[in-house]
């Protein structure tokens, strides 16, 4: 009889064991889209593109003190990507490293979540888009010029929801850093529009 009970309580388990194990299968939620930032308009998902940048440096020396300024231009007057306050950012966990080159930019790897994403406003001058970083002296940063609050949360295994605080009509901008230990890469950006 004690071995009835026990062959029982093994089946039992193996088949508790067994339903659990599916139904964490099943409840998993993994995005389909392609890794990248959606825009999302009316329900609809709008991949925004990515734009390299070249950096301007200028620097005066003032009483021994090394005074600068960086800017950031970046072609193209607009993204031509007209958006509302909300994205999606869907990661690849399988990729580890950035990939960048002329005509591909992924930061969306294993360790990228929105804690790792800036979004800038950007002015336009002379059919540019523009980020200026501010003042630094002697190389460390005395004025950050702005940067858009936002809220985010993890929706799925592999994407997050972001909604920007306080857009008005401009250019904007995401750059990204692929760990909390890495600088913020401001050579490339992932642009959008907010319109009038």
Do not use: H
């Not at 993994?30 to 959606?38: C, F, L, M, N, S």
């Not at 007057?77 to 007209?82: D, H, L, V, W």
């Not at 306080?166 to 990204?176: A, T």
Request: proline share 4%; charged share 20%; glycine share 8%.
């Amino acid at each position: 009889m004690y071995i009835c009970i026990m062959k029982r309580l093994f089946y039992f388990l193996a088949a508790a064991l067994t339903l659990m194990g599916s139904g964490i299968v099943a409840n998993a939620q993994v995005d389909e889209r392609a890794p990248g930032i959606y825009a999302i308009v009316n329900g609809e998902s709008i991949p925004l593109n990515f734009t390299s940048g070249n950096t301007a440096v200028s620097t005066t020396n003032i009483i021994g003190f090394e005074v600068g300024n960086t800017k950031i231009t970046y072609k193209g007057a607009t993204s031509g990507t007209i958006a509302s306050d909300t994205f999606v950012m869907v990661i690849d966990p399988e990729k580890k490293a950035l990939t960048k080159t002329l005509k591909v930019y992924n930061p969306f790897i294993k360790t990228m979540t929105p804690g790792n994403i800036l979004i800038l406003p950007l002015s336009v001058v002379k059919e540019k888009r523009l980020y200026d970083e501010g003042k630094s002296v002697m190389g460390i940063k005395t004025e950050v010029k702005g940067r858009m609050d936002f809220e985010w949360e993890q929706i799925s295994d592999n994407s997050f929801s972001i909604k920007v605080l306080n857009l008005i009509p401009g250019e904007y901008g995401f750059v990204f850093r692929v760990s909390k230990l890495a600088d913020f890469d401001y050579s490339a950006i992932y642009g959008f529009t907010i319109a009038e």
